[in-house]
């Protein structure tokens, strides 16, 4: 069976390019490409993967503190405006985080391809987002009368 393209999962491969993951985390891996602009889109997302997964993971850590520090203090304090603002914020800002650095699983590339899973990863960050505006919305209108 003929491998797809990494990147666009329309054409048979007519090569691999190797790839070596960021900072030691796990072996080197293979794309198939279909063409020399796949091949360099393919090299473009791992430079991306590269810059952008240090970001990705920091942003992470201080989500999840602010995630833990604002349910804490919703739970703590009395203030209904925190308790009704928490939730929403977390969901948004964790949407924000996917929609900046829209990186993805390596297991799902064989699946989706490359620019399919990017665009994935930031719609999913995108329809966060608005969920927290409606969330926080629906959250205003039922306590806040």
Known sequence: MVEKCSNCRGNPATGYVLIDKWSGMGSDMEFPYCSERCRLEIMSAAERVRRGAPWFLWGLVVWLMLALGLIVASIVSSS????????????????????????VASNAVPMLGIRAAERFARQTGAVMMMAGVGFYLLLTHIFMG
């Open 80 to 103: 209904r405006e925190l308790m009704v603002l928490s939730p929403p914020l977390i969901v948004f800002i964790g949407g924000g985080l996917l929609v900046a650095f829209p990186l």
